[in-house]
């Protein structure tokens, strides 16, 4: 679903990623008990810290070994941080007892990926989607990812790594017939180093 960049994009609790982004930049303080109280709001926050810490070491540092990213690069991460954070499909949820009825939102799994994303050295989630009847119990569903990588980090282990961990994590934490997990690195990253900080 398209996001209009002009409008405030709002989460289902009511809050807006720019609100929280805001939230953020001001150091979590005032404490806001809304927001650190509600699942959606602190995965915002967490997408949106990796992301800050990225984006700021790009622009303070010089990359004249890097192509510069797209103008857009850091607008798209937010959209695709704010698309994963909202509900989305209700994805269902083995139980033995036939009177109980569990899911997990599609929101929640993406959420889970991107921090699973987030423990591989020098690797950066940029999209996740679910694609497949998700909502239909057994149904094949592929994992499609794309994420940028540090550069001179070795891109075949990243990928490896990625692909071993978001499998681990939806078998533990979903019922998901997962037939296929698509990694594509899309962009090199540059890490900051001590004499970037220094000028």
Request: charged share 20%; hydrophobic share 40%; aromatic share 2%.
């Amino acid at each position: 679903m398209a996001v209009n960049d002009n409008e405030p994009r709002t989460l289902d609790c009511g809050k807006t990623v720019e609100e929280l982004s805001a939230y953020l930049a001001a150091g979590r303080t005032p404490s806001d008990p809304r927001i650190e109280t509600c699942p959606e709001c602190l995965n915002a926050l967490q997408g949106l810290a990796r992301v800050s810490q990225l984006f700021q070491d790009l622009i303070t540092q010089d990359v004249a070994d890097l192509p510069a990213p797209p103008a857009n690069w850091f607008q798209d991460i937010m959209t695709n941080i704010h698309r994963e954070v909202r509900a989305g499909r209700s994805l269902p949820l083995p139980h033995p007892d036939t009177r109980v009825d569990l899911s997990v939102t599609e929101g929640a799994v993406l959420a889970l990926i991107r921090t699973v994303g987030d423990t591989v050295p020098g690797l950066l989630i940029g999209t996740s989607h679910l694609e497949g009847n998700v909502e239909e119990p057994g149904a094949p569903v592929d994992v499609s990812v794309t994420a940028s990588v540090l550069w001179n980090h070795p891109i075949p282990d990243a990928a490896h790594t990625l692909r071993a961990l978001i499998s681990d994590a939806l078998a533990t934490h979903t019922a998901l017939n997962i037939t296929a997990i698509n990694i594509t690195i899309e962009d090199l990253h540059r890490e900051t180093t001590d004499s970037d900080k220094e000028t």
